[in-house]
Every structure is written in C-alpha cells, then in structure tokens.
C-alpha cells in the first residue's frame, strides 16, 4: 500500500472544550492533507466531536483530564480512535434514546451515541490499561 494510501496522525487534547476544538481544527487539516471526500469529512468530525463531547461532559465531568485520538485512513475507509483515561463506559451497550415518547418525558441523553452509531460505518470498544478506547470506521 502506498504511502498516498495510508496515513495517519495522533494528537493528545486537554478534556476541555478548548481541546474539543483543537482535535476537530486538527482533523480538518488532516482530512484536507487526505483529500478526504466532504461527506466522509463531515461525518468523521460530526462523530468525533460528539464522542469528545460526552468524554469532557460525563467521563471526566469536570475533573482534569487527556485525550488521545488518533486518526488514520486506509484506502478511502478513515478511522478515528478516541482513548480517555475516565471511568469506563461502553457506549456499544448504552440503550438507544426514546425518540417516540413526548419530549417532556423522556430521559435525557443518549441522542449523541445514536447519532455516532448512524454516522459511522461501525465500532469498537475495549478497556485496556485503566483506558476506554473507541475506534469508528
């Protein structure tokens, strides 16, 4: 596979919403390096910057805290990889959102996780070294 094929490039952010915006500054560059395709391009940080959101806002809330990502591309697949070192939480086993019940009486979140799963072609998850890793393609 040639180099043109293959890249990829990681970045450790603050869990903060600073460092939010510094991994999607960073994925653009990226993908613009790649010539990724405009609707890859915009799924990929669609999903990404939810995932980081909910890493900042609920496995971390509040407390310091970095993120690693990293992403690659092979062929015309790219793929983003997000490690934390927050509590661990799969959200491959977090129940979809009610979407049908009126909006006053619903539980509040999950519509983040539903959007990453239908943006993405599919994910991963694994808890290795006190870390949550999630990898979407």
Known sequence: MGAALRMSQTLAVEGTQAGIQ??????????DR???SDAARRRLVTALDQIL?????HGLAE????????VSREGDVPKAEVADDAG?????LAAPPDTTSPLEARQPGGLGIALVRALTDAMEYER????????MT
């Not at 959101?53 to 806002?57: A, D, K």
């Not at 407390?63 to 990293?70: A, C, F, K």
């Not at 290795?128 to 990898?135: A, E, G, M, Q, V």
């Open 22 to 31: 510094k991994a999607v500054d960073a994925l653009q560059a990226w993908s």
């Open 34 to 36: 790649g010539r990724l």
């Open 53 to 57: 959101s909910n890493v900042v806002r």
């Open 63 to 70: 407390r310091p805290g970095l993120i690693e990502v990293t």
């Open 88 to 92: 661990p939480f799969n959200p491959l």
């Open 128 to 135: 290795r070294d006190d870390r949550n890793r999630l990898i």
